[in-house]
């Protein structure tokens, strides 16, 4: 079964960067992910994702500050975060963009203070 950790989190300040990893244990396929957030009391919500074309889909809050990519040879998906902001606090997670959702995994904090 398809195990998904996200990790790379943390405290940042306004206009700060993060990037945040998530490790797929067992064989996927990478650019069919992308990665999600969730807000307190809000259901999660896509922000960014490859297209089945293989190019990349973004929300349009995060449009220009945030990169997703793969890494292959480490079965690892990225989402770099630049220019944060305090609206951009939320868990993140990774998962399927389309299709069959695999388990989710705990997510990783992101915290961007003013």
């Known amino acids: 079964q398809v195990q998904l950790v996200e990790s790379g989190g943390g405290l940042v300040q306004a206009g700060g960067s993060l990037r945040l990893a998530c490790a797929a244990s067992?064989?996927?396929?990478?650019?069919?992910m992308g990665w999600y957030r969730q807000f307190p009391g809000k259901e999660r919500e896509l922000v960014a994702r490859?297209?089945?074309?293989?190019?990349?889909d973004y929300v349009d809050s995060v449009k220009g500050r945030f990169t997703i990519s793969t890494d292959n040879s480490k079965n690892t998906v990225y989402l770099q975060m630049n220019s944060l902001n305090p609206e951009d606090t939320a868990v993140y997670f990774c998962n399927a963009a389309w299709g069959t959702f695999f388990p989710w995994g705990q997510g990783t904090q992101v915290t961007v203070s003013s």
């Open positions: 490859f297209t089945v074309t293989g190019n990349t």
């Open positions: 067992g064989s996927i396929f990478l650019r069919n």
